[in-house]
């Protein structure tokens, strides 16, 4: 948006600005200038309208979303493998919301590397990835049952520590 309004005001200034040293009819300097004014609020109304939709759209779809990321820290084509086929395999658990799942790449020894998952922050699963895709698919399906596992037990103790017997509130 800041381009396009820096190009505009370069562009207004370029043809507002008298030309020096050419003999030019001014009926015809001014026939540009208007039609380049009426191009440059064109391209101005555009790109605000543009951008308020944009804006709208991404705060409608907020109210899709689960409320959950995961995120690709990656580095080798193993890595990205193993990333892609966990999103394909993850189903969001029920009535758990608001978490973050970061699949880590780190060097190993020679041509392997250790995949780490964090949920929340917390590690749930490590393991040295294999470059062969079936045992990636083996290593993805036992990834996905450690990290439903973990939210599920996360979601569980949340659950009771937000009873009224834990409530302090309730002083005698």
């Not at 009819?25 to 609020?41: F, G, H, M, N, P």
């Not at 395999?89 to 009535?95: A, C, E, G, M, S």
């Not at 060097?107 to 964090?118: A, E, G, K, S, V």
Request: net charge negative.
């Amino acid at each position: 948006m800041k381009i396009f309004t820096a190009l505009g005001i370069c562009l207004l200034m370029a043809v507002l600005n008298p030309v020096n040293g050419q003999n030019t009819d001014s009926l015809k300097i001014q026939q540009s200038r208007a039609k380049t004014l009426e191009v440059l609020k064109k391209i101005i109304e555009t790109t605000t309208h543009n951008k308020e939709n944009s804006t709208d759209s991404l705060l409608e779809n907020q109210n899709d979303v689960d409320g959950f990321i995961i995120v690709d820290e990656t580095r080798t084509k193993s890595g990205r493998d193993f990333y892609e086929c966990f999103q394909n395999k993850w189903d969001t658990p029920p009535n758990i919301h608001d978490y973050t799942i970061t699949i880590q790449e780190l060097p190993y020894r020679l041509t392997t590397t250790q995949i780490n998952i964090l949920v929340n922050d917390n590690i749930a699963y490590r393991s040295i990835l294999q470059s062969r895709y079936e045992i990636i698919e083996n290593q993805v399906e036992e990834a996905v049952s450690y990290c439903m596992a973990i939210l599920t037990n996360y979601e569980e103790v949340f659950r009771d520590l937000n009873t009224p017997d834990m409530d302090n509130s309730k002083k005698p």
